[in-house]
């Protein structure tokens, strides 16, 4: 197996932590059974540092979805340094031409918002809802749709930006709105 390195000349992401080794997810799982949350989170965002850096886009979201999947407080230390990580996507979706398998985030969020299953189920459906805005709003929808085909299967109604931003009014997570008020709306 030929050992995996950062693409020479990569810009980083500068909304996530530095990685300046290989960092692979079974690196950081150890930290997700842990105690310290905030280690898991920041394990999160710099393994989808590392992994942007290796020209693996698709797979980089998908760790930001595990940070985002914890629940922390807006004055932990961690989120403190390193905010959730809705800059982090939106920085990755206008990068969408560089190097390596994007997929398509607008599809990805809204089947994750829709089949969300777990510990705080409705803050990870609203923070997949919020994704997938964010990805459709920077995406071309000519080449990222939505699945039509679950929207009239599941007789799905997608909710609207300003659902999204009140549903974390409505559960105290304002701190959150404002960060994704920053993005782009």
């Known amino acids: 197996m030929k050992p995996r390195r950062h693409i020479e000349g990569r810009e980083s992401c500068p909304f996530l932590p530095p990685a300046s080794s290989v960092i692979r997810p079974a690196d950081i799982r150890r930290l997700r059974d842990g ?92 923070r997949a809802w919020a994704c997938f805005h964010l990805a459709e709003h920077i995406l071309p929808a000519n080449e990222y749709p939505r699945d039509q085909q679950q929207i009239i299967q599941d007789n799905l109604t997608i909710p609207g930006w300003d659902e999204v931003m009140a549903a974390f009014h409505d559960d105290n997570k304002t701190h959150e709105a404002a960060l994704l008020a920053q993005c782009i709306f």
């Not at 760790?63 to 407080?73: E, F, P, S, T, Y």
């Not at 939106?90 to 089949?115: K, M």
Request: glycine residues 8%; positive net charge.
């Open 35 to 126: 105690d310290d949350r905030g280690a898991y989170y920041t394990g999160c965002l710099t393994c989808a540092q590392s992994l942007w850096l290796e020209g693996k886009p698709a797979q980089a979201l998908l760790q930001l979805n595990h940070a985002l999947a914890l629940d922390l407080d807006a004055g932990t230390p961690a989120v403190m340094q390193w905010p959730l990580p809705y800059r982090a996507k939106v920085w990755i979706f206008t990068r969408r031409h560089e190097t390596g398998f994007l997929g398509n985030p607008v599809r990805h969020y809204q089947h994750l918002a829709t089949r969300v299953s777990g510990p705080q189920r409705e803050l990870r459906s609203w």
